[in-house]
T-cell receptor, first 112, second 114 residues
């Protein structure tokens, strides 16, 4: 059972464009929703995270939008750069920052 | 400050064998979590060790077992290897156990089972 569904699985965006990745969850007990960035040969690294009492969180070019009633959340990368090319995972957990359930991942390629 | 390190980097085993993977946690961290990342998939939580005790387990069979040592480093042991065990095994260290603080991932060990 895939508790966190992520789409699309791959994404190609022009430099300067907006990258959008969507996720949906089933378990209403989830109370922490992080996004991770993974480069080839590296482990995932926390990018940005949100709690369900907030509808939007912005850090630099990265924004999470959260819709609690729809059980959906999304990552927007503004002004996408070639250095943003990586695999992005949405995730969710209950009660803290650990024991995280990951989505399948989105491979983002930003082309010049 | 040293980050999370894992050894070995790559490993090739045959079906039925046993394997041990190692993880050194980041300085100041007392919690280690292990994840399995199959090719093209997101990481799946295997289990967590907090102060040398198992502190939560995902949907993995008992042939996946672990240890945490007094210096908070950890081992993941897998017995009776199956072809589907081929994956990148990630460890993540953190402090506080369970909730606690953000977890930091190591680069992983790539296990291939033939």
């Amino acid at each position: 059972q895939q508790q966190v569904k992520q789409s699309p699985q791959s994404l190609i965006v022009q430099k300067g464009g907006i990258s959008i990745i969507n996720c949906a969850y089933e378990n209403t007990a989830f109370d922490y929703f992080p996004w991770y960035q993974q480069f080839p040969g590296k482990g995932p690294a926390l990018l940005i995270a949100i709690r369900p009492d907030v509808s939007e969180k912005k850090e630099g070019r990265f924004t999470i939008s959260f819709n609690k009633s729809a059980k959906q959340f999304s990552l927007h990368i503004m002004d996408s750069q070639p250095g943003d090319s990586a695999t992005y995972f949405c995730a969710a957990s209950t009660g803290g920052y650990q024991k995280v359930t990951f989505g399948i991942g989105t491979k983002l390629q930003v082309i010049p | 400050e040293t980050g999370v390190t894992q050894s070995p980097t790559h490993l090739i085993k045959t079906r039925g064998q046993q394997v041990t993977l190692r993880c050194s946690s980041q300085s100041g961290h007392n919690t280690v979590s292990w994840y399995q990342q199959a090719l093209g998939q997101g990481p799946q939580f295997i289990f967590q060790y907090y102060r040398e005790e198992e502190n939560g387990r995902g949907n993995f069979p008992p042939r996946f077992s672990g240890l945490q040592f007094p210096n908070y480093s950890s081992e993941l042991n897998v017995n009776a290897l199956e072809l589907d065990d081929s994956a990148l095994y990630l460890c993540a260290s953190s402090s506080g156990g369970g909730g606690g603080d953000e977890q930091f991932f190591g680069p992983g060990t790539r296990l291939t089972v033939l």
